[in-house]
């Protein structure tokens, strides 16, 4: 449902080729069949809306009512670049391109609200409001030779009114809108003209305007999508299918989508297309509706409430925009104050949503504020991504970082962490303590593993699925305790390759009895890593620790070690590393730990000054496969002992090929910081 009952206005996309893009599996991390992260890609900006988006060859054409671009998350005014309602943008950088194209108009307001390309992507179809293209007349519909990004001169047609919805044969351009007559002749909301812009026969007669088009598998037929009631005088609100030559009636679909509301955007796959619809006041429906093609019948369609503006498939998902607020009809989320603009469901079955849920604002006062109006996917370097384009200002599921009008996504793996576990508590039962918390949230991922650690030590891990409207209560009860005993408890949340959370707060609580036993966790309280290649250099400072044997690295680490406790022995020692999130922070190669004899110091040491070592390994840390994951190593306890209520250091070193980088005590955060696990129990 939209804000208002202001004229709403979007742009009818074809569903884009899948030819040409990657065939990759979902990205690494994300919960199946998603295929993109959630992770927004670093792109420039618009000053204004961006109501078109198409794609060939690497390259993303925006189109819209906006005056320049900018930096990613600059302030409106910084570094700016004249664009008038046009800039073409590289897919894999999200950078502007040399093509730039100037829509202007005579009086009013010139808007650029449709783009399509031709098959053989040689031409860009734009359509709009607007006398001129670069200086070049041209009546709401105008052809850019792609190669050389100019206004193509031999393609000339004049419309009456503005162009809405676009989609290219390699001999035909169709196109819906406004307008009732092209070159002089009646057309009403519909038309097709050739490669030169001469009409031709096509004329279904919509009493009302025009917005979406898409052929059928074979070509012969076109879907129509907009805001009228009747085709050719047939009772068809919002959708028909019509003969691609004549414009005849092939199917019609009285009755199938309320009156109150409207197709904006239609998308295909293979086996069907899929509807975009906004409604206005009571009785609407504003959610997706599934057809098939092979019948022309409804496969599915689900009620969310939250004016839906733009659908595109992608490896069996149908991605959507929209400003969603209420999709309990389906059973999922509840009726929000605040809107989620981007949601994901599967072409086979929308319930449930899929977990994948990056956000936009609405956009700023003076708009309609529904936030993003379009989306298309394009491939460059073998990697594929999703673009928005709208209304925004800001990237709601990242910090409220500023973007306007522009962001995208892709199909590489996903890097950020969930969030941190809350609500941990811990209490007293039969036979134990018993752990609750609340679920996190991963925007791309609704599956995620749950570590739980007692005084620093892992002890099991618990599995759950979360969404932004249900985060459930999780529990363990941990029956390995020892009486008299004070425990701390802490969560940190996973997804599948490993991205992990910082440690939650901890719990602590008290067994009954006399302790017999207790377990200490203690950080580094110095590191640093030295570098064969460059031997008088120093990384005392750096957030990551490096090992390996050829062209060598070598790691240093200190824990100031506590006392034992009152009649109590240490029992075991095990040291724990995180690898970092750097892409090659994992190793085929295992590390050694060795016990260092020789002085050292965090911010001086060099490989030149590099420190004595105890020859023999007291612990091995296997091969660390993973980036952002623990590895952990159990240590021979002579030399720990005898360093009881002292310092203590060790080294990390390889014999191995393969570098390994860990995070340092210097890396952001309260976790993954390199520890030592001691054991102290009675004799």
Known sequence: MRRSSAGVVAVGMAAASMVGFSSAGPAEALTGPVAMTADDLSTWQTNGVVWALAQADGVVFAGGTFSSVRPPGAAAGTGEQQALNFQAFDAASGAPTSCKLSFTVGSGTATVRALAVSPDKSTLYAGGTFGSVNGVPASNLAAIDIATCTVKTDFKVSVSAQVRGIVASDDTVYFGGNFTTVAGEARQHFAAVGTTGALKPFAPAADDIGKALLFTPDGSDLVLGGDFNTVNGADSHALAVVDATTGANVRTYPGFIPLTSTVQDLTSDATGFYTGNEGTGGGIFDGRIAVDFSTLNQRWRDTC???????????????????????????????????????????????????????????????????????????????????????????????????????????????????????????????????????????????????????????????????????????????????????????????????????????????????????????????????????????????????????????????????????MVLKGAQLTLRTSSDAVANSTDPISVQHVTGSWTEGDTTWTTRPALDPAAIGTVPAPAATQTDYSASLALPSLTAALGGPYDLALTSTGTDSAWFWSRESPGTSGHPQLLLTFGTP
């Open 305 to 567: 409430l939250g004016a839906t503006q733009a659908v595109q498939v992608y490896k069996g998902v149908l991605y959507s925009a929209s400003h969603g607020h209420d999709c309990s009809s389906m059973g999922q989320f509840p009726q929000m104050d605040d809107r989620q603009h981007l949601l994901a469901e599967s072409v086979t079955n929308p319930r449930p949503l899929l977990g994948w849920f990056p956000d936009t604002d609405d956009g700023p006062a003076g708009t309609e504020q529904i936030g993003p109006r379009t989306l298309v996917t394009a491939s460059k370097g073998g990697t594929d991504y999703l673009w928005v384009g709208g209304e925004f200002t800001r990237i709601a599921s990242n910090g409220n970082r500023p973007q306007q009008g522009l962001v995208r996504f892709a199909n590489t793996p996903d890097t950020r962490t969930p969030s941190v576990p809350q609500s941990v508590t811990a209490s007293l039962v039969g036979g134990g303590v018993r752990l609750n918390w609340q679920a996190s949230l991963d925007l791309d991922d609704s599956a995620l593993t749950y570590t739980i650690y007692r005084n620093g030590a892992k002890i099991a891990t618990v599995s759950g699925n979360s969404t932004f409207w249900i985060l459930p209560t999780l529990g363990l009860t941990d029956k390995a305790t020892q009486p008299g005993t004070t425990y701390a408890y802490q969560v940190a949340a996973s997804d599948a390759v490993g991205n992990t959370s910082a440690r939650s707060a901890a719990a602590s609580v008290t067994t009954f009895g006399t302790a017999t036993s207790t377990t200490l966790t203690v950080e580094d309280g110095a590191d640093t890593y030295v570098n064969a290649g460059a031997p008088s250099a120093a990384y005392g400072t750096d957030q990551e620790l490096a090992v390996r044997g050829s062209s060598a690295y070598a790691s240093y680490l200190r824990f100031d070690l506590p006392a034992a406790p009152a009649g």
